[in-house]
């Protein structure tokens, strides 16, 4: 079997948000997808060991943020690579709380659901969560981001708890560029010095010798130290 024929379906990226007991926490998602409009319905892929998970169960609501292109991947790793058991994740983020309870994020957002559960399904490591529409609103214009753009243009790469974790696949590798590329041991991302790191001001062509030292990752925030040569 050939992992790859996977990618050629289409996903998209989102927060995936929940509330339990007045706590709140939110997860990046790219398996989500409407699956009636009379009643309106989605569903949303979460892994079982996620703190979101928990809080979706506790309280049969989620909601989602749709994700513009031009959302950060800093951004995108405080809910794809942080726990919210080790912090709360809203905390510097503009956002609000619906009648439900659940939070939906307005930075870098396009528009957002909120769903009740109405039925699940165990899919082995994630559960299948199918709810009916109870709220959606418009936040402003724009291209949603696709999972194709993250990893093509955005190079962001795949935790390992999403459904479409690949094991041993490391995105953004070119194999035809000649400087050194290196690989945060955090979350596996790749800094390519002939892309450079536009959001984080380094300019394409630098070398990561060359790149300060207050630089940090842009998925997860680790230093410079915890990079290693790649290849």
Not at 19 to 42: L, M, Y
Not at 129 to 154: A, C, L, N, W
Not at 208 to 217: A, G, L, R
């Amino acid at each position: 079997m050939d992992p790859n024929v996977l990618h050629n379906l289409s996903y998209g990226m989102y927060i995936a948000s929940s509330v339990k007991e007045g706590a709140i926490n939110g997860q990046i998602v790219n398996t989500a997808f409407q699956i009636t409009s009379d009643p309106a319905t989605i569903a949303v892929s979460i892994n079982k060991k996620n703190l979101t998970h928990e809080y979706i169960e506790s309280s049969s609501r989620f909601s989602l943020s749709i994700l513009e292109e031009e959302t950060p991947l800093p951004f995108i790793g405080i809910f794809g690579f942080k726990s919210g058991r080790t912090g709360n994740k809203f905390k510097d983020i503009k956002h609000i709380k619906l009648g439900s309870g659940c939070p939906v994020v307005l930075d870098h957002a396009l528009c957002y659901i909120e769903a009740r559960v109405t039925k699940k399904l165990d899919c082995f490591t994630h559960t299948l969560f199918i709810g009916e529409i109870t709220d959606s609103r418009m936040i402003k214009t724009g291209r949603p981001m696709t999972y194709d753009y993250y990893h093509q243009v955005k190079r962001g790469i795949t935790p390992e708890a999403a459904p479409t974790f690949i094991k041993g696949e490391m995105p953004g590798i070119n194999k035809e560029v000649a400087m050194q590329k290196y690989r945060c041991v955090v979350c596996n991302y790749i800094y390519d010095p002939a892309l450079g790191d536009p959001d984080g001001n380094i300019a394409p062509g630098t070398p990561f010798e060359k790149i300060p030292d207050t630089w940090v990752c842009p998925v997860c925030g680790a230093d410079k130290s915890q990079f290693v040569k790649e290849g």
